[in-house]
């Protein structure tokens, strides 16, 4: 786990370093920072979309922990790491694709969650066989991380609509 945070965060300092340098290519006098400088600004910048990832992260590693738990199914905790990683880079990529084209396609009704939570668990099962998991470990484990989000989306929801009507 300590890994994959370090890895991102690398990724993303130097992304961000990249981008810092060359706008303060662009800038004269004292508005031009050193190398160092832009160093410590990037250092700093890329700490919080690490920070986001890392919470996301713990609370996908928790959500399948709990799945294993509660069903007695024994996955390890590699693989349930590896797991949650597949369905992070999921959720953040093809996840939001899929949901705009079913809202387009049946619109906004309780139906859509329906489809979504369905594509969800085809996609966290796949992740589950792709990263070595048994067919039953995979879909109890993908049916449930996939139900967790699922309602902790609506309960968002919910919560949002509550503070318009307020």
Request: aromatic fraction near 12%; proline fraction near 1%.
């Amino acid at each position: 786990m300590v890994q994959t945070l370090f890895i991102l965060y690398t990724v993303t300092f130097l992304l961000m370093f990249i981008f810092i340098y060359r706008s303060n290519k662009n800038e004269t006098g004292e508005e031009h920072m050193g190398l160092v400088m832009v160093t410590v600004v990037s250092a700093l910048l890329a700490l919080a979309p690490t920070a986001l990832f890392a919470i996301i992260l713990f609370a996908l590693v928790g959500s399948a922990n709990v799945v294993d738990r509660v069903f007695s199914l024994h996955v390890n905790i590699t693989d349930i790491i590896f797991f949650s990683i597949g369905v992070l880079v999921y959720l953040f990529t093809i996840d939001s694709i899929i949901e705009a084209i079913v809202k387009y396609l049946v619109g906004k009704n309780g139906f859509d969650h329906a489809i979504v939570l369905l594509t969800r668990v085809g996609a966290f099962y796949f992740i589950g066989l792709f990263i070595g998991l048994d067919q039953t470990s995979s879909f109890v484990i993908g049916g449930g991380v996939a139900t967790i989000i699922l309602v902790l989306e609506l309960l968002f929801k919910l919560r949002k609509n509550k503070q318009k009507e307020n």
